[in-house]
T-cell receptor, first 115, second 111 residues
Framework: GAGVSQSPSNKVTEKGKDVELRCDPI?????LYWYRQSLGQGLEFLIY????????KSGLPSDRFSAERTGGSVSTLTIQRTQQEDSAVYLC?????????????FGPGTRLTVT | SQQGEEDPQALSIQEGENATMNCSYK?????LQWYRQNSGRGLVHLIL?????REKHSGRLRVTLDTSKKSSSLLITASRAADTASYFC???????????FGKGTLLTVNP
């Protein structure tokens, strides 16, 4: 079956512009996660969705970052007024359940470069 | 914040040798997972060990967990050039779902 897909694979944007990153999780997976990987900070948790529950936004670095998940499937991560420090690889993952003991399946990531 | 810390940061070995990577963490966990990443893109899950387990095997991989020392090790036996990648440990704690990753070990296997 298809794995987690993300688009675009690469995005170059000018400072101050808004960007949208998309994630299609594995069909049937109820949990969806966004992480960010940058040279300085390593891999960081950003946000987590589970079913119809309120998302855990505790990892979002600022109010310029937001995410939504429509219909319990596709998710979009939006970064407003991008800054150079937002440059990173944004990774999406999904899992069958949020409970302990479940591996997360990662997409290939979106490499964001803010110039 | 980074919970796990991998050691060493980089490891270079010859094909056929064994590679051992270590991970230390700070808080109590429910499980610890190891992931592999090629070329800075998507991560691939390798193995998960629960907090009540001490050792687990999967093919050429062997993972140990010592909760008293808050540490884990990943052993890759009979390494191959294709094992060249970055390896990360990740812990799941009280929240169960969000993973906290270490900084990774870059493994280079020379043919």
């Amino acid at each position: 079956g298809a794995g987690v897909s993300q688009s675009p694979s690469n995005k170059v944007t000018e400072k101050g512009k808004d960007v949208e990153l998309r994630c299609d999780p594995i069909s049937g997976h109820t949990a969806l996660y966004w992480y960010r990987q940058s040279l300085g900070q390593g891999l960081e948790f950003l946000i987590y969705f589970q079913g119809n529950s309120a998302p855990d936004k505790s990892g979002l670095p600022s109010d310029r970052f937001s995410a939504e998940r429509t219909g319990g499937s596709v998710s979009t991560l939006t970064i407003q007024r991008t800054q150079q420090e937002d440059s990173a690889v944004y990774l999406c993952a999904s899992s069958p359940s949020p409970g302990q003991g479940y591996e997360q399946y990662f997409g290939p990531g979106t490499r964001l470069t803010v110039t | 914040s980074q919970q796990g810390e991998e050691d060493p940061q980089a490891l270079s070995i010859q094909e056929g040798e064994n590679a051992t990577m270590n991970c230390s963490y700070k808080t109590s966990i429910n499980n610890l997972q190891w992931y592999r990443q090629n070329s800075g893109r998507g991560l691939v899950h390798l193995i998960l060990i629960r907090s009540n387990e001490r050792e687990k095997h999967s093919g050429r991989l062997r993972v140990t967990l010592d909760t008293s020392k808050k540490s884990s090790s990943l052993l890759i036996t009979a390494s191959r050039a294709a094992d060249t990648a970055s390896y990360f440990c990740a812990t799941a704690g009280g929240s169960n779902y969000k993973l906290t990753f270490g900084k990774g070990t870059l493994l280079t296997v020379n043919p």
